[in-house]
């Protein structure tokens, strides 16, 4: 699957937050749903590694038991992590319809449908299907129960469909209100600030580029995404090129450092499609 530069890192976003929702269960007494949750916190550790195959197969067989419980929270909150791997392992079309079915379903819960719409979202704009995924975000206009945190992702996604389109001042400013959203996670306020300075370096506003890709880089490191630092560098490199720096080079070679030095194979994969380095990572 091909992805614009910076809609894989949005992925990333999204997996993090679903694994923060499925590592937040609280083990109880009765053996099937201690099951449930020992196989969500399994999966969890399986994506943490980089190994998606285990992840997929545990979230399935937990979202599987938690049903059988009648828990349709947490059954949807595992088949969201479940169709993040399979994104994961490049199996598109069955990611696609085990989010198509949470939404199909009144038995989940908004919240849990909310975060399906908008992961169908991510997966339409890293198809360069633009269309689509503008529909998925306004459809979740009319949603209820959608999480703070997901409102301000919504606007970054938005952000991004916009500078894609080459509509710089519309992403800086849905990136702009994405960033003073309440509950906004860490990854996705980087997010709004590489948009931010992306968006400011386009129309030529050099110095507010500088310090957006400057607080995402800080923010990148703090967060230890490795892939996000080395866009963040790329940007900056840009940023030099136009300015006429020389430190363009030095910024160009540390972004292309911190590629050659990814071990995990997702980080990889993300770091070499946005920098333009061959997948391999030689």
Known sequence: MNLRPGLMIM???????????????????????????LLTRAAVGAATRGNWQVASKNWQEAAQRHASLDDWTAAGRATLGEAQALVQLGQKTEAIARLTRLLG???YVPPVQAEARYQLALLAAAAKDAALAAQHL????????????????VLNLRARLAADQGDWQAARQLAARALVSPGLSSMEAANAQRLIGEAAMQTGDWHAAEAALNAALTQDRIQA????????????AELADRRGSPEAAMLRARADDVCNAVRDLS????????????????
């Open 11 to 37: 992925l990333v976003a999204a997996l993090m937050g679903t694994l923060s929702g499925c590592a937040g269960t609280k083990a109880v007494e009765p053996a099937e749903r201690l099951q449930a949750q």
């Open 105 to 107: 379903s009144s038995r």
């Open 138 to 153: 306004d459809a979740m206009d009319s949603m209820a129960g959608i999480e703070p945190a997901l409102q301000g992702a």
């Open 225 to 236: 995404r490795s892939a996000a630092i080395a866009q963040d560098l790329a940007l900056l």
């Open 267 to 282: 980080e990889k994969a993300v770091c070499a499609y946005n920098r333009g380095l061959p997948r391999s990572g030689k």
